[in-house]
């Protein structure tokens, strides 16, 4: 028993030393013959914000909306009544002095299921509500 126990502690021994002697001839690493390249900054770029985009200024006068036509939309909002007409739009005075309907140069204002977006300044389906928001159903 005693032998068999010297020779496996020998197996182990020798495959130790086989290691380290593996291990002590792996290839030591070339200096480099490229360039070096200096670190990053530690500190990112000081960024300053954005001032607001202005609102576009209308070319024409706006026309307050009269009356109680005005088309409402799933989301809450609504259009405007101009010249007791439906406007699903704003309302604008014309180089006469007429007040008509329009949404951002679309005059007449926008189809049938679609509404005026102040924030994109185009007509849109009158389902997608302002701003990103969930339009409740």
């Not at 670190?39 to 109680?68: C, F, H, I, M, N």
């Not at 005075?93 to 102040?118: F, H, I, M, S």
Request: net charge positive.
């Amino acid at each position: 028993m005693k032998s068999d126990s010297r020779a496996l502690l020998g197996t182990y021994l020798a495959a130790a030393a086989l290691c380290f002697a593996l291990a002590g001839c792996s290839k030591q690493p070339q200096p480099s013959t490229q360039p070096q390249v200096s670190p990053v900054a530690q500190t990112g770029p000081q960024l300053e914000p954005l001032p607001p985009t202005p609102t576009p200024k209308p070319l024409r006068a706006r026309v307050a909306s009269e009356g109680d036509c005005a088309p409402r939309y799933p989301g809450g909002g609504q259009g405007t009544c101009i010249n007791n007409q439906p406007c699903r739009g704003y309302g604008e005075r014309n180089p006469d002095g007429k007040a008509v309907c329009t949404c951002y140069g679309l005059d007449g204002g926008c189809a049938e299921g679609l509404r005026c977006d102040n924030q994109r300044l185009k007509c849109v389906p009158e389902k997608e509500a302002p701003f990103g928001r969930a339009v409740p159903e």
